[in-house]
């Protein structure tokens, strides 16, 4: 399955003192599996549990398989028949939930509900919690949490953002700005997490996002969050 | 005594095959199809060579010629177009103890994988690389590929092909580390059986073009080579191949090479007419890259620790430790 880590330019390149790991063996990469695979085993034998197929590594007797980017059946064979390319597809999605069934909800930043949340991902997180730190020394009830996995979300993000009178996302991408004469309800963009998160749980997330190329300051996120605190978005809320 | 037993009991777990045991199910290639001799004479080398099937990787890319390791009773890696190179590369790079073969079609190897083509000859990784050739996209039915002949009238070039083809062999020979290059035709099956059997024992970079039969959509293209042996050239040499009397009676435009002389064999690729059979350039003294990286020698968990410790070391800061000395004066 194809997993896509996103990262933007100040993430990748930042640099930070961290503390010297200390060298595990657990680090180490496993020693390749030679022994013969059970008997009846097939490539694409997989645990309803775990959502996860055994691999059969080259030099396991009774393995023998190929792997193919085609439509394949469990032995691993191409296949074009309707019911196999659904089953694919019903297997690769259960395993995606069996993995979400393992992540836990991201932590809240300040107190667990209040007037406002901000949501973000990535390199915000720096930036968004200093500007949390700065409106609660100004007894404003703004808290934040951070997405560590954005697809599939973790489960009890919803009970989270019911907590909080309003909700807004801080992205690093493009969104439509409502004082924009030609921008309204109807036709606006939302960033892209406040878009998942307001079709997962019909939740009314409004956005603020900046594509400037550079990092989003804390002095910003402050302003947004006053601003936004300030007048309630009349328009955003149907 | 003892070790005579010894002996015995390790001939009576020594597997051997039979062609059966490489066979993955029925090919669904056309009849008359060349791909079908590239296929029987693999499955020959793997059972007179005894390879295990479980320690054999068979490497494909896309294409007609790309579903040949479902046909393999072995390992398999039906990747992405052009990519059986990087791919194969990798497996050999991981597990030098497999043996490690590619398949790759004309449109495969020297047009959309064409750049990976040339850095695996310049890598010269111990891999067997079979190039189907059969001058035309097959797969996607009938589309002119870069070894299509001039004028060839395809669903692409419906007014006929606009340029001179590639020439797959002169290609090779112009790249630095090239160590095995040989060319077989589909309807000899002797000779394609004892070409890839030599290719397979080069420890490097095999490369055998080929040239194949495409019966539904380049019928006729071989034609004048099959109804008149003197079109093909039969290449001999103590260091390459000798053919076998009977073959000799047949084939009588015969040619000694020496595989070790790149000009001349260079000389004979640029001949489409007749078509060079044999081995081209075989030089077993270019390094392997697994042999120049050191790849495959065993990384001990001491060996990792040392190489983090080494690294972390460059950067590390220890404020405690120096506190914790008593300032000395110099």
Redesign the interface.
């Given at each position: 399955m194809v997993v896509v880590v996103l990262s933007d330019a100040s993430l990748s390149t930042a640099q930070q003192p961290f503390p010297r790991p200390q060298f595990s063996e657990d680090w180490l990469a496993p020693p390749i599996d030679q022994t013969p695979v059970p008997e009846g085993a097939r490539p694409y034998d997989w645990d309803p549990v775990t959502g996860i197929a055994r691999r059969f590594i080259p030099g396991q007797p009774g393995g023998m398989h190929t792997i193919t980017g085609l439509a394949h059946d469990r032995m691993s064979k191409v296949a074009y028949d309707p019911s196999i390319n659904e089953e694919g597809l019903r297997a690769r999605s259960l395993k995606l939930a069996a993995l979400q069934k393992t992540l836990k909800a991201p932590p809240v930043y300040g107190a667990p509900e209040g007037e406002l949340l901000l949501v973000g991902w990535g390199s915000t997180q720096g930036a968004i919690e200093e500007a949390v730190d700065r409106l609660r020394a100004q007894g404003l009830a703004v808290s934040s949490m951070h997405l560590r996995f954005i697809q599939p979300l973790p489960s009890g993000i919803r009970e989270i953002l019911q907590r909080f009178k309003q909700v807004m996302t801080i992205e690093g991408n493009w969104s439509d700005r409502l004082n924009d004469e030609l921008i309204d309800e109807d036709n606006r963009r939302y960033s892209a997490l406040a878009m998942m998160l307001r079709s997962r749980y019909l939740v009314d997330v409004d956005c603020w996002s900046e594509a400037r190329g550079q990092p989003i300051k804390p002095g910003s996120v402050v302003d947004v969050a006053l601003a936004k605190m300030k007048s309630p978005s009349k328009k955003n809320r149907g | 005594m003892g070790s005579a037993l010894n002996q015995c009991i390790i001939r009576i777990h020594e597997e051997h095959h039979a062609l059966e045991d490489y066979q993955?199910?029925v090919p669904r290639w056309c009849s008359g199809c060349g791909d079908n001799a590239i296929l029987a004479a693999v499955q020959r080398l793997c059972r007179d060579e005894d390879l295990?099937?479980?320690?054999t990787?068979?490497v494909s890319g896309i294409g007609c010629s790309s579903?040949f390791?479902?046909y393999?009773?072995?390992?398999?890696?039906?990747?992405?177009h052009g990519r059986a190179f990087p791919l194969a590369e990798g497996?050999k790079m991981a597990?030098p103890?497999?043996n490690v073969f590619v398949n790759t079609g004309d449109g495969d190897c020297c047009s959309i994988g064409a750049a990976h083509w040339i850095h695996a000859i310049r890598y010269n990784m111990n891999l067997t690389v079979i190039l189907h050739d059969n001058h035309v996209y097959g797969l996607t039915k009938k589309q002119a590929s870069p070894t299509s002949p001039m004028g060839l009238k395809s669903n692409t070039t419906p007014r006929g092909a606009v340029l001179e083809p590639l020439n797959p062999l002169l290609v090779s020979l112009g790249v630095a580390n090239a160590s095995f290059i040989a060319q077989g035709v589909d309807w000899m099956p002797e000779q394609l059986y004892d070409i890839i059997h030599k290719a397979f024992k080069h420890r490097g970079f095999s490369f055998v073009r080929v040239i194949q039969r495409c019966p539904e959509f380049l019928p006729r293209m071989f034609e004048p080579w099959l109804h008149d042996p003197g079109k093909t050239l039969l290449l001999t040499h103590a260091n390459g191949l000798r053919p076998s009397a009977e073959v000799s009676r047949t084939y009588r435009n015969q040619r000694e090479h020496d595989p070790l002389d790149i000009d001349t064999a260079r000389e004979i690729a640029a001949c489409e007419d007749p078509i060079p059979v044999g081995i081209l350039y075989h030089n077993p003294a270019v390094p392997c890259y697994e042999d120049r990286r050191h790849a495959g020698a065993p990384r001990s968990?001491e060996l990792?620790?040392a190489g983090?410790?080494a690294e972390?070391d460059k950067y590390?800061i220890w404020p405690e430790e120096r506190d914790s000395q008593p300032a000395q004066a110099v």
């Open positions: - | 993955g199910g295990a099937p479980e320690r990787v068979f579903r390791p479902h393999m009773k072995t390992y398999g890696f039906h990747g992405i497996v597990r103890d497999l968990p990792t620790r983090l410790d972390l590390t």
